[in-house]
């Protein structure tokens, strides 16, 4: 395994949407899941995806509780009308956190890293996390989301203001 460089903001591969994949049990897929989640805990987050490694295919991995998962051709619909706000970061804009109103909870679905489907539904943190990962997939940046850009910050100096980081 190996530990991938992480594209950051204003490189084209966050910007573009991501090709489905073919066939996520392939060898070469799971080496690029073994690396991704080195990736990810090397840099200490909770979800990556594959466009923030230089990968521009439909696939993210994402805590879910204590369990790293992986989603391959995710579908991520809101359930029902009810929003949240709260702090969210991004391993390809480091040391900034910005307040992002998404749907409180989600329907997921996609294939496992067997190609096996696989679906649930989510709140809070994961909803979120789902949401987030997914839109790299489609070339979306949280920054992108957020109504309020006062609501943007650097990281150490929010900490002295925020209760509900994520
Ligand atoms: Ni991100």
Redesign the pocket.
């Known amino acids: 395994m190996a530990i991938l460089k992480i594209a950051r903001m204003g490189h084209p591969v966050l910007l573009g949407r991501a090709a489905e994949v073919a066939d996520p049990a392939a060898s070469e897929m799971r080496r690029l899941v073994g690396d991704m989640a080195e990736t990810l805990a090397d840099a200490g987050g909770i ?1 990556l ?1 594959a466009p ?1 490694v230089h990968v521009p295919l439909r696939l993210f991995l994402w805590r879910d509780g204590p369990a790293l998962r992986v989603l391959f051709n995710p579908v991520i619909a809101p359930l029902g009308p009810e929003t949240e706000a709260a702090w969210e970061g ?3 804009i480091p040391g900034l956190r910005g307040r992002v109103d998404r749907p409180a909870r989600v329907a997921w679905s996609g294939l496992d890293e067997n190609g096996e489907a696989v679906s649930g539904e989510a709140e809070g943190l994961p909803a979120r996390v789902l949401q ?2 997914n839109d ?1 997939l489609d070339g979306v ?2 920054l992108s989301r957020m109504k309020d850009l006062s609501m943007l910050g650097f990281t150490e100096e929010l900490a002295r203001l925020v209760e509900d980081r994520t």
Do not use: D, F, P, V
Request: hydrophobic share 25%; charged share 10%.
């Open positions: 979800g995806a923030q991004c391993l390809s987030h990962e790299h940046l949280y």
